[in-house]
Structure formats: C-alpha cells, structure tokens
C-alpha cells in the first residue's frame, strides 16, 4: 500500500512510481472510504512520479499546489499519508535540509524533513503551514525499516514541471548532453590547481554526442551551465534534463586552467543514455603491466593503450584513491600514458605530497581519481 493526493477535482492523483510500478490493478480508496478503480495515465521512474486517475461522479476537494522553492531549513512541514495501513496519518516536523542527494538516481534534489514518514507514507503530501503541497514523501533513511527522523520528498517545483508532460504524453522527454561527470573532490581540486572544490570534472564524453560535437573534451571541468553556476556536479543532470531537445545553451569550462566556452545543441535522452554524477573514492601502493593485445581484447579496449593495474596494496594512497585491479590507468596529470615507461615517467615527476590526477578506465566507463603521493 502507499498514498496519494488528489490534485484535480476530476479525479487526478499523483503518487510515487514504486507505489504503482507493475501493478495488475490499482484501488483508490478515499478518507471517506470510497473506492475506485484507477488507471496509470503515466509515470516517471527517474524522479519517481506517477500520475493515476479516477472516475467520479461530482468533484472532488483538491490539494493546493505550493512553491518549494521558497521553503526554508528549520521551516514547519506535515506528512500526510498512510503508514503501516493506518489511514490519513498526519505527522509533523522541520524541513531538515534541502537538495539533499541519496543515490537514488542523477535527478536527485529531496527535501529532507525529520516529519515521521513511514512505509506506507510513499506518494503522500508533505504540506506546508499554510497547507499547500510542498513535496510527494518519497523515502526514508533508516537502520531498521521504521522512522527515525530522516525523511526525504520530491520537491513539488520539480514535479510540476513534468507534469504537463507526464499528463499529456505519458511519459517524460529530457535533454542529454552526452558526458560522464563526477564529483570534484578537494584532492582532484588540488591536483588541477583549484583554490575549492566546484563544478562538474567530465569523465568521459560520447563519440558524436552533443558535447563531442561542440567540442567538450575528457578532463574539462563545467563550470557554467545556461547562464548557472555549477558548484556541486550533481546540480549539472538536473539542469540539462529540464533542456528541451534542440535548445542551443551555452556552456563554460575549465581546461588547462583557462576558460573556455561552447555552444551544445542538447538532445533528446533516450532510455539507453545517462548523464552520470559519479560519487567516486578519494592513488602509492600499486603495480602495473603493460596492456598486451591478448589483455586490450579482454578489457574492451578498441587496442593496446596505458597500463594495466594488476594489484593495489591494502590502505595504501592507491587503495584510498579507489584504485583497482584491472583498472586501465590512460593519463596522469593529464598526459597520456601508453606504455609502462610514459608510466615511470609520469610518477618520477611527481613531488612528495602533491596530489596526482589518474583518467582510468574501469569497464566500460573512465573516471578520474586524485591519489595523494
């Protein structure tokens, strides 16, 4: 079981998409007890928003929808919803924190809230006091299933801007910039030469994607996304999914500490496709071997290039960086390595304490990682 809130008087109701996802048959049941059976008119697994309706004779009271944008930390919140099977549960609390992050997925931007929200609370409002909808209870953080004070909602300002599509088509369209990015982390900081962390570091970029054709190369750091500053990595795949397909948006980089800008002509994301915020580990204790083309073969590899991580001493610079076995390490600070002596090279120039950037490529993806020499 999981709630919902009825937001047209002709019966539309949204919910969370794991409330409804696979159902054979799906029942409504009002506080006044009545029940109907309801339709999915569409969903959205990404953010986890389900749109269901019913069929009414007369209409139905309906929840205001407020702006969660203007919530506030320390603001007072309610949860409206169904815990345990007990109906119309109201519980109250603060809102905690806002834009929080959980790795539930790349659009991620929940209202963290200590009202008690409980399985079953999945798809309720969580009210402000002025009793507008402020977020759709989505998750909980807890150690034994039950409530223990962190709470998590879909920010209602997100939600209705899918809405529309989600009314109309079924479904969401998003942009796709067509990079792999990751999370700038004070040592990949340091090792680049940046006074903070900030921006998105690009891990990877797809062959003939939108940023490819730009120009948008491995190793440059977004800085600027349509006129918006990126502070943190994962505030960039919520900016270029609410990008129509075909908008023309600018886009500001780091590369070689100066820079740079570039005009992208977003696309449309396809199933297949994910701009990826990678939360990767903070490489000395490693060895290496050259990548034969028996070893290119079975890594992937399109031919022989870099070196081969063939072990990684436990708790060693290498093991906290996140290294590992089989990882195909492509440059280090920023110059490509293609055999075992630009391998050499590359460590014999680097200072005692100073921060060392590593591109590897793990699998079918490349990441950067900072190791502390």
């Known amino acids: 079981m999981g709630s919902g809130v009825i937001i047209a008087s002709d019966g539309f109701i949204l919910t969370n998409n794991h409330v409804v996802d696979d159902a054979e048959k799906i029942t ?8 109907f059976a309801a339709k999915v008119v569409g969903k959205d697994p990404k953010t986890d928003v ?36 007990l109906d119309s549960t109201v519980t109250e609390g603060i809102v905690s924190a806002k834009g929080r992050h959980i790795g539930d997925g790349p659009y991620e931007d929940f209202i ?4 008690s ?9 969580l009210i402000n006091m002025s009793g507008e ?63 903070k962390s900030k921006g998105a570091l690009v891990s990877q970029v797809v062959e003939g994607g939108p940023a490819d054709r730009a120009g948008v190369k491995v ?12 502070s943190d990595a994962n505030e960039l795949p919520i900016l270029v999914a609410r990008t129509a397909p075909q908008e023309k948006v600018p886009v ?30 903070e490489s000395l204790g490693l ?18 290039r870099g070196v081969v991580v063939t072990s990684v001493k436990p708790d060693s610079a290498a093991d906290e960086a996140g290294l590992q076995r089989s990882d195909v390490i492509l440059e280090i600070d920023r110059k490509p390595i293609k055999d075992r002596s630009d391998y050499q090279r590359a460590i014999a120039d680097v200072k005692q304490g100073k921060a060392i950037l590593f591109l590897i490529r793990r699998g079918e993806n490349t990441i950067f990682l900072a190791l502390k020499s």
């Open 28 to 35: 409504v049941k009002l506080s006044d007890d009545r029940e």
């Open 219 to 230: 190793g440059d750091l977004i800085v600027e996304y349509n006129g918006k500053e990126i």
């Open 117 to 125: 929200i409980n399985p079953g609370n999945s798809g309720g409002p």
């Open 50 to 85: 389900a749109l269901l309706k019913i069929n009414t004779e007369g209409s139905l009271p309906v929840a205001r929808l407020g702006n969660s944008d203007r919530l506030e930390v320390g603001e007072w919140v309610a949860a409206i919803g169904n815990p345990f099977g």
């Open 133 to 195: 909808i402020v977020g759709i209870n989505t998750a909980i953080f807890s150690q034994t299933g039950g409530n223990i004070g962190i709470g998590f909602a879909i920010p209602i300002n997100l939600v209705k801007e899918i809405l529309p599509q989600i009314k109309s088509k079924g479904k969401v369209t998003r942009g796709w910039l067509g990079v792999a990015i990751q999370r700038v982390t004070p040592a990949i900081a340091e090792s680049m030469g940046l006074d």
């Open 112 to 115: 963290q809230t200590d009202a």
């Open 287 to 304: 060895t290496v071997q050259r990548v034969t083309p028996q070893l290119a073969e079975s890594l992937g590899l399109d031919r022989p």
């Open 252 to 281: 500001k980089v780091l590369r070689d500490k100066k820079e740079t800008s570039f005009t992208v002509t977003i696309q449309e994301l396809k199933e297949q496709e994910v701009v990826a915020s990678a939360n990767q580990k």
